[in-house]
């Protein structure tokens, strides 16, 4: 496996997560995350089983435009 890094994120303390990677053998992404609060977990649940405690994610490829609207739509978030 070859993962490319593309980015941390720069406001995380200590530098070291989130952070996001992309397989250059498949194009896929690779993700490390922080654990999801109990509320966010159960959101998710709803949808299908998630392993409790899970921080790093691995999504195809395809997901990319997924992934774009999201980031949409964090960055027209009032975050204040």
């Known amino acids: 496996m070859d993962l490319e890094f593309v980015a941390v994120d720069d406001k995380s303390e200590g530098g070291t997560c989130p952070t996001i990677w992309v ?21 998710c649940l709803a949808q299908g089983p998630v392993p409790e405690g899970e921080s790093v994610v ?5 997901m990319a435009d997924a992934i774009r609207r999201a980031c949409e739509l964090a960055e027209r978030a009032d975050v204040g």
């Open 23 to 43: 397989d250059k053998d498949t194009g896929n992404f690779v993700f490390q995350g922080f654990d999801a609060p109990a509320d966010m977990l159960a959101a």
């Open 58 to 62: 691995h999504l195809p490829r395809h």
